[in-house]
């Protein structure tokens, strides 16, 4: 399940990885097209917090946890309080 909400005024998305994975690394690519393309790559912190910054709010983006079965969602920047679940 991947939830979220929007707030325009910011330039970043973040979120959590369940079950408060710490460690766990999130990939955030910019779709481009039919392409995405990775743009950064982050390492959950305690309780599973990740976030990314200073994002172009034109792009859209696309969040994942890679592993066996990958999960991800799409997001915008402003978007705050998104749940993955680790593999």
């Keep these: 399940r991947v939830e979220g909400k929007t707030t325009k005024s910011r330039s970043g ?3 959590t990885v ?10 955030l ?21 990740f976030a990314f910054t200073d994002l172009n709010a034109a792009d859209d983006y696309y969040v994942e946890v890679p592993g066996t079965t990958t999960r991800g969602a799409y997001a915008l920047p402003g978007m705050s309080d998104i749940h993955l679940q680790a593999p």
């Design 29 to 49: 690519y910019r779709c481009s097209g039919p392409d995405a393309v990775l743009v950064e790559q982050a390492v959950s912190g305690s309780g599973g917090a």
């Design 18 to 27: 369940s079950p408060s994975a710490a460690a766990v690394t999130v990939s």
């Design 13 to 15: 998305i973040s979120g």
